[in-house]
């Protein structure tokens, strides 16, 4: 079965099509919203800005010119909205949020035994780093996007790119050291 | 300690392509590289076994933080409606180039991909047989020829079925003295001379009829 592509589903938008909006919104909302919802830890918010950011992909639609493609740029516009959104926010309500995501985890009877599983400290890990680190990992390992995309999508050199990475890394390791999991690594 | 020994600019430059390869977004060419560097390198080949780890439970992660509800879509297509109104824009040359490939199947684009060689050989044929004629005559003539004109004849539309193979629509063709006189369009119908006269609406009707029981066809109409 063949399906329109994006690109071409953005050049209806552009023309004003609503169906083809409803179509890209369909394909690609739930991992915008993943990745937002990565950035900002708050449900409420990152569904608010996901109709935020749809909103912006039908508002500049004619200026997309298939340079990269069309996920890469609605992550663009994603990773905009939230660091906007996040600098809007106090930072105590940060604090509280990260706090308890972390205290959640740590609270929960299930993760204690959880953490002899290397697989659940690991995702624990992954939810404790930085917001840098936390969206590197995400574009490379889940959004599946190229040195060359994840540096279109952050605004970093490509060189920089590797080493954010290398290092996001290096920090889950030591992460899971102090959970009692030695990697061997770095 | 040995692992932190045989540390080279070379093993760091290919350990940090690892996340790109696990995740499958690097260049062949830097995924062939890192491919050798992992046969010949056990410890890189355990740190490799790390990478795939975190890139499991990275999609795990993600994949357990639920979705949007449709609230979401309710309220990105009310701010839509409160946009100002748009005036549909023409797309552009290349958006409509890219619309038209888009809507034609696999099929049918190599169907068109064998109609163009076909255009193509004619018209090179009819080239060399002007230059022949001009070269016999040894003067200047106009370049008719007395052939049948494009729109002399009888005509019916065909969509050809999706699962018809190009051997199936020659073959269909030519069995049936039919040629293709124009197409496809973008709904990917062809227009096919029947007959080179015009003939009775009711011969046509039995053609048609004859024509529409073969599999090769999917649709099937007659056409002024």
């Not at chain 1, 660091?83 to 740590?106: C, F, K, M, V, W």
Request: glycine share 6%.
């Amino acid at each position: 079965m063949q399906t329109t592509s994006d690109e071409v589903l953005i050049s209806r938008i552009a023309g004003g099509d609503r169906l083809a909006m409803q179509v890209l919104y369909a394909r690609h909302h739930v991992r915008v919203y993943r990745f937002v919802l990565r950035l900002v830890r708050n449900e409420a918010t990152a569904e608010d800005l996901i109709s935020e950011v749809f909103l912006d992909i039908w508002r500049q639609a004619g200026k997309f010119e298939g340079r990269s493609a069309a996920s890469t740029w609605m992550l663009s516009i994603a990773r905009f909205k939230a660091l906007s959104a996040l600098r809007r926010r106090p930072e105590e309500e940060l604090d509280e949020e990260t706090a308890e995501q972390i205290e959640d985890h740590a609270d929960d009877p299930e993760t204690a035994l959880a953490k002899k599983d290397k697989g659940s400290a690991l995702r624990q890990c992954l939810a404790k780093l930085s917001a840098d680190h936390r969206e590197i990992i995400d574009l490379v390992y889940y959004h599946e996007k190229s040195v060359e995309e994840v540096a279109e999508i952050v605004g970093i050199p490509e060189a920089t790119v590797k080493t954010r990475m290398f290092y996001a890394r290096k920090k889950l390791s030591e992460f899971l050291k102090e959970q009692g999991i030695d990697r061997g690594w770095p | 300690m040995n692992a932190m020994k045989q540390e080279t600019p070379e093993r760091q430059e290919i350990e940090e392509l690892l996340p790109w390869h696990a995740a499958g977004t690097l260049s062949r060419r830097d995924a062939q590289r890192v491919e050798e560097a992992l046969a010949r390198d056990p410890e890189l080949a355990r740190r490799y076994a790390l990478v795939r780890d975190e890139l499991g439970e990275t999609i795990h992660l993600n994949e357990t933080l639920g979705a949007p509800s449709a609230r979401a879509l309710e309220k990105l297509f009310a701010k839509i409606d409160a946009e100002p109104a748009r005036r549909q824009a023409p797309l552009n040359l290349g958006s409509r180039i890219s619309e038209f490939f888009a809507s034609l199947t696999p099929r049918t684009l190599a169907l068109a991909g064998g109609a163009a060689v076909l255009a193509i050989l004619v018209q090179a044929g009819f080239i060399a047989g002007v230059m022949l004629n001009e070269t016999k005559t040894g003067g200047y003539q106009t370049a008719s020829a007395p052939t049948t004109a494009a729109d002399a004849g009888t005509f019916a539309l065909i969509r050809f079925a999706p699962q018809a193979s190009a051997d199936d629509v020659t073959r269909f063709l030519e069995s049936n003295k039919l040629s293709i006189a124009s197409g496809p369009t973008a709904g990917g119908l062809y227009k096919v001379r029947v007959a080179v006269t015009g003939i009775p609406k009711a011969e046509l009707a039995r053609i048609v009829k004859k024509l529409q029981e073969d599999k090769v066809v999917g649709f099937i109409a007659t056409t002024d």
